[in-house]
């Protein structure tokens, strides 16, 4: 029964009903991801224009703007919760997290303040602690939930600054490396560094930081009278995977009184491996961590965490309020998310988090990464045997660079062959791999990191790349 009064307030059965209509084209899309195009934006650059409108004065049935939705907005795009998509860091998912979401916007809770929702706000903080967990990080680690990664490095960026940096912090410098994300730079540029105060560290032939460069710019950039005070590490470059070594810029960064940041956003989750804990040995040590459960816990998008190592300097940093707000907590044990936050009315992102690993625990998580590692290893071990085939980038987590590097060809030739030959793997729709540029060279990647992906999916990718490698060579 429609209030005609108050059509904003749907009935019992208008909530099932419109529930019900959105859960049957959302089952029937996902029960078909796999016989999905990877990536067909084409119509979508086509219909969008089409799509323009001045604001709608009056309602439509909502059938139409699901078939709108279903059957022509949403196929033409990167199919990016697709088990073929293998290019950037590939998006997740979780259909769990989407029905927690469901909860937590249906519910509405005010989940930033302690005192406005004190039990979900404790369900957040557990979602925080279990990844302090994960990272090796002591009981005084804080952190907070952010919109992604990039927004976590900045919060990052912004809490070393006010713990570590005057008010005056002009003279304050940043260190990442050459293949670092570009969010990092991004990160100190808006929290009001000189775009030349962030210098970028070469890095070795595995694409990681070199830590004698680094002290070698550290020690110059003293001697001008500049003012060295944080490096950001990368555990899990974006490029080709590569992790810097944590341990050595410790060790650095406590020698020179340098907050240490690592940039987990693609690599840290694999923290639940054991392999993971050994490529990011003596993670715990630094003092910020940035995590992206958007992409390691195959969360939909909308997830990042930052985590500090000290958890009252993320309050500190973050810690104003106001006559109008409602009186904050003084105990450690109860958070008001707020405190730790650029944000202050946010989402209940905690519940997106909380909802699949209560149902499934860690050990699902744990087993689907190790799949995904060990999936990119024989990814590299079959490209590694196919004649003409150079790998660039080994997997040091989920992630390979690879190219076609024939005989006879010159290295002149070889980007323009590659970009051919990447072309012709991406059209046969059934696996997307995107480029990257590694010292100047077209690199095609492969990056494993979907739950959906499985070894019957990276048969047909490098199936597809054995047959895109003969038709561009003629063979
Ligand atoms: C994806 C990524 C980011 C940025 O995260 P968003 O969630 O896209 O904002 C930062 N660093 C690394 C290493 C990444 O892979």
């Keep these: 029964m429609t209030d005609t009064d108050h059509p904003l307030e749907l009935s019992g059965p208008e909530m099932r009903a419109l529930v019900e209509a959105a859960l049957d084209r959302i089952v029937t899309h996902i029960e078909s991801l796999p016989t999905q195009p990877v990536s067909n934006t084409r119509a979508g650059f086509e219909l969008a224009p089409s799509l323009a409108e001045p604001l709608p004065e009056e309602?439509?049935?909502?059938?139409?703007?699901?078939?709108?939705?279903?059957?022509?907005?949403?196929?033409?795009?990167?199919?990016?919760?697709?088990?073929?998509?293998?290019?950037?860091?590939p998006g997740g998912g979780l259909f769990h997290s989407a029905v927690a979401d469901l909860i937590a916007d249906s519910t509405n809770r005010y989940t930033s303040v302690y005192g406005a929702a004190p039990a979900l706000a404790q369900l957040e903080a557990n979602v925080i602690a279990w990844f302090c967990q994960i990272a090796g990080y002591p009981p005084e680690a804080r952190g907070t939930l952010t919109s992604g990664g990039s927004l976590a490095n900045w919060t990052a960026l912004v809490t070393a600054r006010r713990e570590r940096l005057p008010e005056n912090f002009l003279s304050g410098v940043i260190y990442a490396s050459d293949q670092s994300h570009?969010?990092?730079?991004?990160?100190?540029?808006?929290?009001?560094?000189?775009?030349?105060?962030?210098?970028?560290?070469?890095?070795?032939?595995?694409?990681?930081?070199?830590?004698?460069?680094?002290?070698?710019?550290?020690?110059?950039?003293?001697?001008?009278?500049?003012?060295?005070?944080?490096?950001?590490?990368?555990?899990?470059t974006t490029n080709t995977g590569a992790v810097d070594p944590l341990a050595e810029l410790a060790?650095?960064?406590?020698?020179?009184?340098?907050?240490?940041?690592?940039?987990?956003?693609?690599?840290?989750?694999?923290?639940?491996?054991?392999?993971?804990?050994?490529?990011?040995?003596?993670?715990?040590?630094?003092?910020?961590?940035?995590?992206?459960?958007?992409?390691?816990?195959?969360?939909?998008?909308?997830?990042?965490?930052?985590?500090?190592?000290?958890?009252?300097?993320?309050?500190?940093?973050?810690?104003?309020?106001?006559?109008?707000?409602?009186?904050?907590?003084?105990?450690?044990?109860?958070?008001?998310?707020?405190?730790?936050?650029?944000?202050?009315?946010?989402?209940?992102?905690?519940?997106?988090?909380?909802?699949?690993?209560?149902?499934?625990?860690?050990?699902?998580?744990?087993a689907q990464l190790e799949e995904k590692l060990a999936l990119a290893r024989l990814a590299a071990d079959r490209l590694r045997a196919m004649p003409g085939i150079e790998i660039l980038a080994e997997p040091q987590l989920s992630l390979l660079a690879f190219r076609l590097a024939p005989a006879g060809v010159s290295e002149g030739e070889l980007n323009e062959l590659n970009h051919r030959f990447l072309d012709r793997v991406n059209a046969r729709q059934r696996v997307y791999l995107t480029p990257t540029r590694l010292r100047g060279r077209f690199a095609p990647r492969i990056c494993v990191l979907s739950f959906r992906t499985h070894r019957e999916r990276m048969e047909m990718a490098l199936e597809d790349i054995a047959a895109a490698q003969r038709e561009v060579l003629g063979a």
Excluded: C
């Excluded at 000189?194 to 003293?222: C, K, Q, W």
């Excluded at 694999?270 to 390691?296: C, Y």
């Design 251 to 366: 060790d650095l960064a406590a020698r020179e009184g340098l907050w240490l940041h690592v940039d987990a956003a693609y690599g840290g989750f694999f923290l639940l491996t054991a392999e993971g804990k050994r490529a990011m040995r003596e993670i715990e040590r630094a003092d910020s961590i940035v995590l992206d459960p958007h992409k390691g816990l195959f969360l939909p998008y909308g997830t990042g965490a930052v985590l500090v190592r000290d958890g009252e300097a993320l309050r500190r940093a973050h810690s104003l309020t106001a006559d109008y707000m409602p009186g904050m907590q003084n105990d450690p044990d109860r958070v008001d998310f707020s405190q730790y936050s650029p944000e202050l009315s946010r989402p209940f992102r905690g519940l997106r988090v909380w909802l699949p690993f209560k149902m499934h625990g860690a050990g699902a998580f744990r």
């Design 182 to 236: 570009y969010s990092v730079a991004k990160g100190a540029i808006l929290a009001g560094f000189p775009e030349a105060n962030v210098r970028e560290v070469p890095t070795d032939d595995l694409f990681r930081l070199r830590v004698d460069a680094l002290a070698e710019l550290i020690a110059e950039d003293r001697r001008r009278g500049l003012t060295p005070f944080l490096i950001a590490a990368s555990a899990g």
């Design 59 to 89: 309602g439509a049935a909502v059938s139409g703007l699901l078939d709108l939705l279903f059957e022509r907005a949403i196929p033409p795009s990167f199919n990016t919760a697709s088990p073929g998509y293998l290019a950037y860091i």
